[in-house]
C-alpha cells in the first residue's frame, strides 16, 4: 500500500483587523468541528505561554519596547517555536484552528514600514496553511465594535494601515468571509469551507511549506 495517502488534520488560519471577530469564530468553529466527530484544537498567535511568547505580551502591553525587527523576530520565532507540535498534531489527525499567523506578522510589521520581503522572510519553512479565512472588516467598522483595548497597534490609524498591507499579501487561495454579516452567518460560511478543507486533508492532500 505504498500508494496509500495518509489522512491528516487540516491547518486552518484565520486573520483580519483587531475586532474583526476572530476569536469567538474560532472558538465556535472549534466546538463545530468537534460536533462533527473530528478531532481540532483551537491554536493562538502570538502564543503568550512561551517565554517568548511573555516577550511578546510585554512589548504589546507596553511594558516593555523593543525596536520593530526585533519584536517582528520574536513573533516568527514564536510560530517556529509551535512548528514541531503543529506538524505532530497534524500528522495524528488532528485539525488546529488558527486564530492569527505569519500573515499578521507581515501585515502588522510592514503596516510600521519595514520592508515586506524581509518581513516574510524568517517565516520561510513554516507549515502552510491549507486555508486562510480573512474575516473582512473596514477599520471603521471594527473600531465601531465596543471598542479597541489598551495594547499596542489597537488604533484606527494603525488598523488603516495595517488592513491596506492585508490586501497586500490576499492571494486568489484565501477565503474572504465578510466579517459585517450576523454573526451566525459568518459562522456557517467558516463551518462550510472548513470543512471542505477538513475533507482535502483526510483524502491526502500533503502539507508544505511557507511561502507557497
Ligand atoms: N501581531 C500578531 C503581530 O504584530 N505580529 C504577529 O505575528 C502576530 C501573530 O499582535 N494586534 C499583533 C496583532 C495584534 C496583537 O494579537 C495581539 P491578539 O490576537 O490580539 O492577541
Ligand atoms: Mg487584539
Not at 506578522?105 to 519595514?114: D, E, M, R
Not at 497586500?168 to 477565503?175: A, Q, R, Y
Request: charge should be negative.
Amino acid at each position: 500500500e505504498g500508494n496509500k495517502k495518509e489522512s491528516r488534520g487540516a491547518l486552518i488560519v484565520l486573520e483580519g483587523l483587531d475586532r474583526s471577530g476572530k476569536s469567538s469564530q474560532c472558538s465556535r468553529l472549534v466546538s463545530y468541528l468537534e460536533g462533527e466527530g473530528l478531532s481540532a484544537e483551537l491554536w493562538r498567535f502570538p502564543d503568550r505561554t512561551t517565554n517568548v511568547g511573555q516577550m511578546i505580551s510585554a512589548y504589546l502591553t507596553n511594558a516593555s519596547q523593543l525596536d520593530d525587527h526585533t519584536i517582528h523576530l520574536l513573533f516568527s520565532a514564536n510560530r517556529w517555536e509551535k512548528r514541531s507540535l503543529m506538524e505532530t498534531k497534524l500528522k495524528s489527525g488532528t485539525t488546529l484552528i488558527v486564530d492569527r499567523y505569519s500573515y499578521s506578522g507581515v501585515a502588522f510589521s510592514s503596516a510600521k514600514g519595514l520592508d515586506i520581503d524581509w518581513c516574510k522572510s524568517p517565516e520561510n519553512g513554516l507549515l502552510a496553511p491549507d486555508l486562510v479565512a480573512y474575516l473582512d472588516i473596514s477599520p471603521d467598522k471594527a473600531a465601531e465594535r465596543g471598542g479597541y483595548g489598551d495594547e499596542r497597534y489597537e488604533k484606527l490609524e494603525f488598523q488603516q494601515k495595517v488592513a491596506e498591507h492585508y490586501k497586500v499579501l490576499h492571494d486568489t487561495s484565501w477565503k474572504i468571509v465578510d466579517a459585517c454579516q450576523p454573526i451566525e452567518d459568518v459562522e456557517k460560511q467558516l463551518q462550510e469551507i472548513a470543512l471542505a478543507c477538513v475533507k482535502q486533508c483526510q483524502q491526502g492532500k500533503p502539507l508544505s511549506s511557507l511561502w507557497p
